[in-house]
């Protein structure tokens, strides 16, 4: 049973950037099969530029408690997966 101070989230209050084709979204799992070569990269040394990743966004103005588990195949040291807060 879930306490006063744990509650789940509003699905209906996430927004998407760049929408992914696969994704699974529940009060309890949100999970995000993307495709290669996507991300937010910006002005690197070399003049790279790519804006496509995915990002899934929600307003909130309560304390929380957010618990992640990343899962992905790198090929090159380049390959990242990350969470942002803001």
Not at 26 to 33: A, T, V
């Amino acid at each position: 049973m879930k306490s006063e101070k744990e509650k789940t989230f509003d699905i209906s209050k996430l927004k998407w950037i760049n929408e992914p084709e696969k994704y699974k979204i529940s009060s309890e799992e949100i999970k995000i099969i993307t495709k290669p070569e996507t991300d937010f990269w910006q002005r690197t040394y070399y003049n790279f530029r790519n804006d496509n990743a995915h990002a899934l966004i929600m307003e909130i103005e309560d304390d929380f408690t957010f618990t992640v588990q990343t899962t992905f195949n790198s090929k090159t040291n380049e390959n990242i997966s990350f969470t942002l807060f803001r």
